[in-house]
């Protein structure tokens, strides 16, 4: 969320005639947030040590604009739980500012925090998954008629993933002219895919390679066919299909 943002608390109870929205909780005025239902600290190797702080019940107030410009009637108060994200360090080095996180769900214990703002840090990751299994193993490619189907080919689609994954060690790097070299064991999915026809023989699969094709016979037809597309040399006749070279 932006770092702007102003929400609103709960209504504090006991109250003779309580309003629709508590006190305002403005993300730039840490005067106005009060203490935090959960606070934790955690120490991580890629930013160092991350300081988390979360209100429980905090909601925006919501207006008939945006999403809400067709609601009819009252609108709704929507509470869920305000987490802010501080760290030390950015793997860029970039100056680390606070990140604020806001999760629908209420009530939340240390864990339950902890686990949303790692699933956020974790979301590249998952976007380029999502990417991936789109452009490179074909997801959305078919055009499935009935929701069993399109749940099979989903698993078909992640064992294929899961098995690109187990073949990182194994496959060779075949980039691209335009890509960086990548690190033994580090390649991403989709080059591993180049290279996973070639692991035949590192994985002892007991299937083969398709041989080659015997060449047969051509018929008098397939050689006088031949012989009519094919420039005549000086001194040179069609009379002969079957020796087209024949003078």
């Known amino acids: ?63 008939t604009r945006s999403a809400w410009i067709d609601h009819t009637g009252e609108l709704p108060v929507i509470e869920g739980t305000l987490i802010r994200l501080e760290v030390d360090r950015l793997p860029g080095g970039h100056d680390p500012l606070p990140v604020w996180l806001w999760s629908s769900a209420t009530g939340l214990a240390d864990e339950a925090v902890d686990l949303r703002w790692q699933a956020f840090l974790r979301r590249f990751d998952l976007e380029h998954t999502f990417r991936m299994i789109k452009q490179t193993l074909g997801w959305t490619r078919p055009k499935l008629r009935t929701p069993e189907a399109a749940d099979r080919w989903t698993w078909l689609v992640i064992a294929a993933h899961t098995q690109l994954r187990l073949a990182r060690p194994l496959a060779a790097d075949l980039r691209r002219p335009w890509e960086k070299p990548a690190e033994p064991g580090r390649l991403t999915t989709a080059r591993v895919r180049r290279g996973f026809r070639n692991l035949r023989p590192t994985l002892h699969c007991p299937a083969r390679a398709p041989g080659t094709i015997a060449a047969r016979p051509r018929s008098p037809a397939r050689l006088e066919e031949q012989a009519a597309r094919r420039p005549l040399r000086r001194g040179q006749d069609r009379q002969t299909p079957g020796h087209p070279d024949r003078t």
Do not use: C, N
Not at 27 to 47: L, S
């Open 1 to 63: 969320m932006r770092t702007d943002r102003v929400m609103r608390k709960p209504v504090p109870v006991p109250w003779i005639s309580p309003p629709k929205h508590g006190k305002e909780f403005r993300f730039a005025k840490p005067d106005t947030w009060g203490e935090p239902d959960a606070e934790t600290v955690q120490v991580t190797d890629r930013y160092g040590t991350a300081r988390v702080m979360a209100w429980d019940r905090i909601h925006p107030r919501l207006t």
